[in-house]
């Protein structure tokens, strides 16, 4: 089987990835991930995926590497990982009770021969009405919200932030549509279910 890359040191991506029962290694990508002035959040997580993905080409010439970003985007402004948790929390007292838009985009490049398919899942995501103290209480017991777009961590504690989701792919709100990968898999060659 060709090699496959993850082209992300995001443990939620591998997790994800490994659901498809796959062998695959995690690499860093080199990527500076600052979203370009004007560019939408569609695109820049679109953008994201292929240069992290393109960035481990040398490194991983006959693989088949797969390249991932996420944008929250909240009354067009991009939300990226808060990083801290004084940001953690203005992220979230600015979406409480708003509806958030999710772009999860997907790059699967083909080393050996530069083919890449992409593709942009959009998940639309209804936040509850929320207290500061209820914030505090989300942030002390889910440290992880803090590496998670727009401070929300679905799958953990951050279900109870959550009204409702809006999504073609559930994969994509945490990060990976699997849904999207598998059909790029076999495209090129490599079937999941074999």
């Known amino acids: 089987m060709t090699p496959l890359v993850l082209a992300s040191t995001s443990r939620f ?74 940001r953690a929390a203005a992220m979230l007292r600015a979406t409480a009770g708003r509806t958030l838009e999710f772009h999860t985009a997907l790059s699967l490049v083909n080393a050996a021969n530069g083919h890449e398919q992409r593709h942009t899942d959009i998940t639309r995501v209804r936040m509850r009405p929320l207290s500061d103290a209820q914030i505090q209480a989300y942030l002390a017991r889910e440290p992880d919200a803090l590496l998670c777009a727009g401070a929300a961590k679905s799958e953990g504690l951050g279900g109870a932030l959550i009204a409702g989701i809006d999504s073609s792919d559930p994969n994509a709100l945490i990060g990976l549509p699997l849904f999207a990968l598998v059909d790029m898999l076999l495209a090129e060659g490599v079937e999941v279910l074999a």
């Open 13 to 86: 991506r591998r997790e994800l990835l490994a659901r498809l029962g796959l062998p695959f290694i995690a690499v860093a990508p080199v990527c500076d991930e600052t979203p370009l002035p004007g560019e939408s959040a569609a695109d820049t997580a679109s953008r994201l995926a292929s240069v992290k993905a393109r960035s481990l080409i040398g490194a991983h010439p006959q693989a088949l590497i797969i390249g991932s970003d996420q944008v929250a985007l909240l009354d067009g402004q991009q939300l990226g990982k808060p990083g801290t948790p004084e």
